[in-house]
């Protein structure tokens, strides 16, 4: 062999690494690309029903929580109610 065919061996051994090398990290990147956007929205799928449910037991305690203090206003009303009923007039107020 000669001088020169071994430089255009060895240019073309470096340019067939090169493109090897570079699909290759074509591929990962392209790989990884993917595999990101496929996670991605799996997470906002997760996350959006974990907080749905979390704000449905959130307004289920605030309901029971209005409930109570209904229930509680009916009573003072209740009571305040049958005190009037039962004294006429009175002069004190309730809150």
Do not use: P
Not at 6 to 12: C, E, G, H, I, L
Not at 44 to 49: A, E, K, S, T
Not at 53 to 80: C, R
């Amino acid at each position: 062999m000669k001088a020169s065919e071994k430089t255009r061996n060895r240019k073309a051994g470096t340019q067939t690494l090169l493109i090897a090398v570079t699909a290759f990290v074509l591929v990962v990147a392209v790989g990884v690309g993917i595999f990101l956007r496929f996670y991605s929205g799996y997470i906002d799928g997760v996350l959006y029903h974990e907080r749905l449910h979390q704000m449905q037991e959130v307004t289920g305690q605030l309901f029971a929580g209005l409930e109570d203090v209904v229930e509680k206003q009916w009573q003072i009303q209740t009571f305040s109610a049958t005190m009037r009923r039962s004294r006429g007039r009175t002069t004190w107020t309730t809150c």
